[in-house]
């Protein structure tokens, strides 16, 4: 076994099991102090109190379990030590602002404000950003930097909003995201990049440990605060991703990265795109909740929580398989794979939509 294979092993333990023995002792402390979400808007689906502040210990397992096992020999890597500092800067800044609103609730404006610092910090001052679209769309040039800087920024606030819109269904987002981080953590240890390996596996082991608690029936809810830190960890991992060399993987397929990393993040893009545009026919706000989430058709359908979940988990990973097969059995341009792999997770999208459900 490998030093960074090993390294990647422990980081994924560790936060595992941080959030495994911690979680308990937080569902008591949130009953005891009443940080619980109640079931009294139409909108919820849960019928109890349930606590509300599990990112709390997400945040915790991450952070702890990163900075112990981060390996700094790697440091010759691109802004390995830079990405780390600032990551840390961004998700204590997130976890704040999360937890605030878990408890007491944010005012909109101060949330965004708070994602437009971030959002700095991230493609200005830690230079994470997209160079190059690799091909789509037929673009192979090198961005300028201010289009770089929007581009990045604009995906990072979309995956961010994306995370959090997709939190409404007892194991929803924690698995979700734990087949996201899993996918950004190998494509990354396949490539020899341990660090970002580290961070996807370290947030898929904090992510699998909150599952515990989480997939239905839920016990605790990830709130805000875990929602914002998943997020922001995911979006440094696409964007990282994007602009990732990928000689290692060659032997296999020459993946083209942008279609790949829109695969890997398909049901959050593709659930948001859809819920957005609902929004705007209708003249409201895209942040305003609602029952329009492929999640809700399900549930509509019949299905419980537990089969809607893993549905949406099978529907993510056919489509990420899809996409691999495409860019390694079909020889096409990147515009042409992106294509065929929209058309897959849309027409996958649209089934449950097709379906009456029993009521009708």
């Not at 092993?9 to 911690?22: D, E, H, N, W």
């Not at 689906?45 to 502040?53: A, V």
């Not at 359908?301 to 089969?307: C, E, K, P, T, V």
């Given at each position: ?28 402390v949130a009953k005891l102090k009443h940080l619980v979400d109640e079931p009294s808007e139409e909108r919820k ?126 194991g929803l987002a924690g698995g979700i995201g734990f087949i996201i981080a899993s996918s950004f953590g190998t ?174």
């Open positions: 076994m490998t030093p960074g294979l090993t390294i990647i092993i422990l980081g994924f333990l560790t936060s595992f099991f941080v959030v495994l023995m911690s979680i308990p002792s937080l569902i008591k689906l849960h019928s109890r109190s349930i606590p509300t502040i599990g990112g709390i210990v997400i945040f915790g397992a991450i952070v702890f379990s990163y900075a112990l096992w981060f390996p700094e020999e790697y440091d010759h890597l691109p802004h390995m030590l830079t990405n780390f500092k600032h990551l840390i800067a961004v998700l204590i800044l997130l976890f704040f602002v999360g937890v605030k609103d878990d408890i007491i609730g944010t005012a909109p404006m101060k949330k965004l404000i708070a994602h437009m610092i971030v959002g700095f910090i991230l493609v200005v001052l830690a230079d994470i950003r997209i160079t190059s679209m690799h091909g789509l769309f037929g673009s192979t040039q090198e961005m300028e930097v201010w289009q770089s800087y929007l581009l990045s920024l604009f995906v990072y606030i979309v995956i961010v909003n994306a995370i959090n819109l997709i939190d409404g269904l007892d494509l990354f240890l396949i490539n020899g990049n341990v660090p970002l390996a580290l961070l996807g596996f370290v947030l898929s082991g904090a992510l699998l440990g909150f599952l515990v608690f989480n997939f239905s029936p839920a016990r605790i809810f990830m709130g805000d605060s875990g929602s914002l830190t998943i997020g922001a960890i995911i979006s440094v991992l696409a964007i990282n991703a994007i602009d990732l060399p990928t000689p290692q993987m060659s032997e296999w397929f020459n993946p083209n990265a942008p279609v790949l990393v829109m695969a890997i993040l398909v049901y959050p893009l593709i659930d948001t795109l859809r819920v957005f545009t609902i929004r705007a026919f209708k003249g409201v706000s895209p942040f305003t909740a609602d029952k329009n989430h492929i999640h809700h058709r399900f549930i509509a359908l019949g299905l419980n929580h537990r089969q809607t979940v893993l549905w949406l988990y099978l529907y993510n990973i056919i489509v990420i398989v899809c996409a691999v097969a495409i860019q390694v059995y079909i020889e096409v341009d990147p515009t042409i794979q992106f294509i065929l792999t929209l058309v897959v997770a849309g027409f996958l999208a649209t089934i449950p939509f097709i379906i009456k459900p029993k009521s009708a």
